[in-house]
Structure formats: structure tokens, C-alpha cells
């Protein structure tokens, strides 16, 4: 019996979402195992520009980090610039995947606002009524 008002709950509730709209958060953390790629699934392409940029820049500057190193491989600053790039470039991958999935995860966010800039009075969570406290007690 309970099992079958959680499936009739969530019928419901799929009923009144768009579908052709809503996004997945699961497909937009897959797209985004290349860069960019989840930022163009949840349609921003001015972010997958930036993180797909960036991570190009980082990993020609890797390319070039590593040529150096390989021509003198006893150089501990060479050797630092090069695993500097790599962090770099997995910096920006995973902060890539998180903005991808969160931005996904709330793509209906913006469409409840608020009524006049406020939390509607009902929903709101008041505290309790507290009587003063006597210290010298």
C-alpha cells in the first residue's frame, strides 16, 4: 500500500516538470569527462569555453614544461613546472565535472522565485519564543 502512494507520488510529481527541459545530473557528469562537455548539456556554452580553454592552455604549457625537463632531467625547478601543469590541468578538470553536475542538479532552480524578494510567511521556519535568562540566580 505504501508502495504504490510513493509510485503514485512520483507520477505526479514527473508530471508537472518539462521534460524536454529538465537535465540529468548523471549524463552531465559523463559529458564532462571532456572538458566543456556537461557545460554544453546543461546549455552554457560561454562555461565550456572557459573550462575547455583552460585546460587546453594548461596542457600546452605541460607539453612544453615536459620538453624542457626531458632535455635537462636533473632539474629539480623544470621537474616542479611540469607536475605544476598537471595539477593545474586536474584542478580544472574537476572543478569542471563539479560545475557540470550542480549546475545539472539545479537547472529548475530559478524557476520558483521568491514573491517579492522574500521567502513566502508559511514556509518560513521561526524560532522559539525563549523567556530571559537570570544570571544572577
Known amino acids: 500500500m505504501l508502495s504504490v502512494g510513493l509510485l503514485m507520488a512520483q507520477t505526479d510529481a514527473a508530471s508537472k516538470v518539462d521534460s524536454s527541459s529538465a537535465k540529468s545530473a548523471g549524463r552531465a557528469l559523463v559529458y564532462s569527462f571532456v572538458p566543456g562537455g556537461g557545460q554544453l548539456y546543461n546549455g552554457k556554452p560561454m562555461k565550456a569555453l572557459l573550462f575547455s580553454g583552460t585546460f587546453l592552455y594548461f596542457y600546452i604549457e605541460y607539453l612544453g614544461a615536459q620538453s624542457e625537463y626531458e632535455s635537462d632531467p ?21 572543478l569542471n565535472l563539479i560545475d557540470a553536475y550542480v549546475d ?3 537547472w529548475d532552480f530559478d524557476k520558483y522565485p521568491m514573491e517579492n524578494g522574500e521567502l513566502p510567511e508559511q514556509e518560513m521556519i521561526k524560532p522559539k519564543e525563549t523567556e530571559k535568562i537570570d544570571d544572577d540566580q
Not at 77 to 93: E, G
Open 74 to 94: 636533473t632539474s629539480g625547478s623544470l621537474h616542479r613546472t611540469r607536475n605544476d601543469k598537471v595539477w593545474l590541468m586536474a584542478l580544472t578538470w574537476t
Open 104 to 106: 545539472a542538479s539545479l
